[in-house]
């Protein structure tokens, strides 16, 4: 019999034939392309991929979420149809969550709760979450993770690889060999609902004054690696407030809050949340004294060593002060290795794009331009350089810092916001220190008990 907490050839076999037909039919349209001179439709390929991926409502559309926010992890065409995926998944009915819920509480589970509901308030691609309330009065959600989905999770990336192995051979310019491997270890660790209470511990710890930011407490003898069970936070939808068109004031307010809750854990402590997706932020907007964020779902989290943070900064530097030698510096201490000049020119055109409102001491849009493509059309232009200059490894290191970068800009152009995003970098970045940051990394993780290796 099978591990219950592990994968089975079995549920992997299922997965892998309900999404080999996208991936397949990709192999067959690219080798009549190579071989037989037939015309290549990456936007064909990539309807069929959305197609499949939209029906399994599962991870691997979690990941394909996840790479169309990152510039040149996908060609354009595939980006566009799968940024249009949702991350719901059909809920379980309530006797199989009934199920669950013992497999995970015991068959006593229902009085370890004064009530809880049948009807899931969310779902997500991993699990779903129901409201309760503990015999203390305590609301709480409790997230169920969907049954074999370590089965899932490992044929979904098996077929991502065969997926992003053969766009690497119909276009060179990115070895993504190294990002695979980070998406593939984020996504594992996220399985363990046991790892994810800890980091939900450890941002309460860095983020406990920041009154403009509330992280959920878990409730630890309620949880287990398919349970999380954490206090209820009352917000709502970011994008519906935005539709409602709120005014400046409590718009900017958002903003400072979100830039904050991402910034303040990374250059202090070294941590990233690596899921910047509108459903992880709630707004709670009940007057300009409360315009603050419920930050949610801390599944994929990334811990940099501290001299990782000093390159983020030593390229910020170099990108401010023209210097060349200090941009190879830190390019290298990314996790970029054996860069020609010329690649150098063109990695610098993207950073100068990630660092520029950052040297604009004014306040200002998160961007020049009102085009929701602008991005895009940077990204593009990258490309093209780094395929004329011979491609480019990505580091492992890089995929999550872009995917925050990218994510919350998007958010700040979607709120309209304005800042001095000088200022606010400023006061995290001023007095850094690398061994102050080691120091208040080693203790917060130790404190919040995060699996560290």
């Known amino acids: 019999m099978p591990d219950r907490e592990g994968s089975t050839i079995f549920g992997e076999a299922r997965r892998m034939l309900r999404t080999s037909g996208a991936v397949g039919g990709i192999a067959a349209r690219y080798a009549g392309q190579r071989f037989l001179g037939m015309k290549g439709d990456k936007a064909a390929h990539a309807e069929d991929l959305k197609a499949i991926l939209g029906g399994l409502k599962g991870p691997m559309m979690k990941v394909a979420q996840f790479l169309s926010t990152v510039p040149d992890a996908l060609p354009p065409e595939y980006a566009k149809e799968l940024a249009t995926l949702q991350a719901n998944a059909p809920p379980m009915g309530w006797p199989f969550v009934r199920r669950r819920m013992a497999s995970e509480l015991g068959p006593d589970w229902e009085t370890k709760f004064a009530s809880f509901e049948r009807e899931a308030a969310a779902a ?9 309330v503990l015999h203390d009065g305590t609301r709480v959600a409790c997230k169920l993770q969907y049954p074999d989905m370590a089965s899932v999770v490992e044929a979904d990336l098996r077929q991502l690889k065969i997926a992003m192995a053969l766009y690497r051979r119909m276009d060179p ?10 998406l593939s270890e984020r996504l594992r660790e996220e399985l363990d609902y046991r790892r994810e209470a800890s980091q939900q511990r450890l941002y309460g710890l860095m983020l406990k004054d920041e009154s403009s930011v509330q992280v959920p407490v878990p409730i630890e003898d309620r949880c287990t690696r398919r349970l999380l069970t954490m206090t209820w936070l009352d917000g709502r ?44 932020y709630q707004v709670r907007g009940s007057g300009p004294d409360d315009w603050g964020i419920n930050l949610l779902d801390f599944g994929v989290v990334r811990v940099f060593p501290p001299s990782f943070i000093g390159g983020v900064i030593m390229l910020y530097e170099a990108i401010r002060d023209d210097d060349f030698d200090k941009a190879a510096a830190a390019y290298d201490i990314w996790g970029f290795k054996n860069l020609k000049r010329e690649t150098m020119e063109v990695l610098n055109m993207w950073a100068r794009f990630l660092y520029e409102p950052l040297l604009d ?9 009102d085009d929701p493509m602008f991005g895009r059309k940077v990204a593009e232009e990258v ?3 780094l395929k004329r200059t011979g491609g480019v490894r990505v580091p492992r290191e890089f995929p999550l810092m872009d995917r ?28 850094f220190d690398e ?6 990394q080693a203790a917060a993780l130790a404190e919040a008990q995060v699996p560290t290796g």
């Open 435 to 440: 061994a102050k940051l080691a120091e208040r």
């Open 237 to 280: 939808a970011i994008q519906a407030r935005i539709d409602e068109k709120p005014p400046e004031e409590e718009r900017n307010a958002y903003a400072r809050a979100l830039f904050r809750a991402w910034y303040v854990p990374l250059y202090r402590y070294g941590v990233i949340h690596g899921d910047p997706h509108l459903g992880n």
């Open 173 to 182: 310019t990115l070895e993504n060999e190294d990002a695979y491997a980070e």
């Open 383 to 385: 490309h093209a350089g």
């Open 124 to 132: 997500a691609s991993l699990g779903q979450v129901h409201r309760a």
């Open 404 to 431: 925050a970068a990218i994510g919350l800009g998007s958010v700040f152009v979607r709120l309209g916001a304005q800042q001095n995003w000088h200022d606010l970098f400023h006061e995290l970045i001023e007095g």
């Open 361 to 369: 001491d004014r306040v200002r849009p998160i961007q020049p331009s």
